[in-house]
Each structure stands twice: as C-alpha cells, then as structure tokens.
C-alpha cells in the first residue's frame, strides 16, 4: 500500500492567490481528515469526511478555507485568497476503522504564503 | 470530552542512556491512547496504541508505554535511546466507547545528545 498521498509536497504562493492542496487517501479507509500544523499552534484538525461527506468541519478557520471530497480515492483543501498567516504544514490523514481507533498521515504539505 | 497534556515541550537526553516522555489525559469515559512519531520533514507515525487488555504496550523502534488509569497517564519509554530517535513524539486520546475524533497532545521534541 502505497499510504496517504499527499500533493504538493511544497507549495510558495503569493498573498491574494488560490491553493489547492490534494489528498488520496488510504484505499478502503471511509474516514478522512485534514491538520494544520504550526509552531505557535501545533496540530489542529480542520475538517473530517465519513464516506465522502463532511462531517465536522469546527475547525476551518474561516470561509477562506474550504474542503471537499468528490469521491473516496481524492480530496481537495483550497484556500482562497491565501494569506501569509496560513503558512503551515498541512496534513491528510485516513482511517478505516472510525475515528477513534488510530490514523495515517500523509507526509503533508508545506505551504508559505509571501 | 478528552485532553491530553504532554508536561514536557522539549527532552535533551544523551545517547544510549533511557528517556521517559511524560503523557497525561482527562476522560470521564474510557480511553483509547496513542503515541505518534514525527520525524523531521515528515507526517506523524504511529509509534503504539493502547486499546485494552494489557497496560504495558510495547510499539515499533523499542519504544514502550504504560496505561495507569489511577493516574490518568500513558508515558513513553525507552531503555537507549539513538541519534536515530530525535524527533516530535505526540501523545493522543479518544473515546472508546463512541466514534469520536482523536484529540492529540502539543508534543514534546527529544534532543539526542552525542
């Protein structure tokens, strides 16, 4: 299994821009989620899908953020307009046995926003 | 709901000589527990889990962990460490008894000294 994929891997993008960050999650696993991580922060988790549908989306940090998943092999993380302080590792993570039990990480996305 | 507190933010230890990262919860329900790895650059990797039966866990790299639920605490330790073990350990928690989102700690950075 070839785990969490995630896309980028870096991303620099100017102020005012649009990013879209991917996910292809763990074949199989119905749960999917989305951290950022900073260092003033640490690890938030920002939204999370059960088959596709989002389920909790408290985290998002505002209507700059937003989240899908077309189907159960690929999900999107966009952000638009970027501002310098979304700069930060984002995070894909799968599950396949509900949210309690355990996850896998994908490798993440560092993104800086100048 | 549940919390997590990791005590330390950071842990110099020189090589080969023992660690103990510290992990405390609060839960009114019973608990699933975590330790996650984070190497530099990387996605966090699952170290152990305690789900039930035995409190001493044993996990991957020689690392293991002890469930006391008198104290509420789920430390991390291993007898050598190696310049290998230098990364961000993260403590985590969920409920065990309903499908809920794993809360994780604000991690503790081990320093490996040679």
């Known amino acids: 299994d070839a785990g969490v994929i995630q896309s980028p891997r870096h991303e620099v993008t100017e102020m005012g821009q649009e990013v879209t960050l991917r996910c292809k999650p763990i074949s199989g696993h119905d749960y999917l989620f989305w951290y950022r991580q900073t260092m003033m922060r640490g690890l938030e988790l920002l939204i999370y899908?059960?088959?596709?549908?989002?389920?909790?989306d408290s985290g998002m940090p505002e209507d700059r953020f937003s989240a899908k998943m077309p189907n159960a092999s690929f999900s999107t993380l966009k952000i638009q307009p970027s501002e310098p302080r979304d700069s930060a590792v984002y995070f894909c993570?799968?599950?396949?046995?509900?949210?309690?039990?355990?996850?896998?990480f994908g490798s993440g996305t560092r993104l800086t926003v100048v | 709901a549940q919390s997590v507190t990791q005590l330390d933010s950071q842990v110099p230890v020189f090589e080969e000589a023992p660690v103990e990262l510290r992990c405390n919860y609060s839960?009114?329900?019973?608990?699933?527990l975590f330790w996650y790895v984070q190497y530099p650059n990387q996605g966090l990797q699952l170290l152990l889990k305690?789900?039930?039966?035995?409190?001493l866990v044993k996990g991957i790299n020689g690392f293991e962990a002890e469930f006391n639920k008198s104290q509420t605490s789920f430390h991390l330790r291993k007898p050598s460490v190696h310049i290998s073990d230098t990364a961000e350990y993260f403590c985590a928690v969920s409920p065990s008894n309903r499908d809920d989102k794993i809360i994780f700690g604000k991690g503790t950075r081990l320093h490996i000294l040679p």
């Open positions: 899908f059960n088959n596709n549908v989002p389920i909790d």
């Open positions: 839960s009114s329900v019973s608990v699933y």
């Open positions: 305690y789900l039930s039966g035995s409190t």
């Open positions: 993570a799968s599950s396949g046995q509900g949210t309690n039990y355990g996850y896998t």
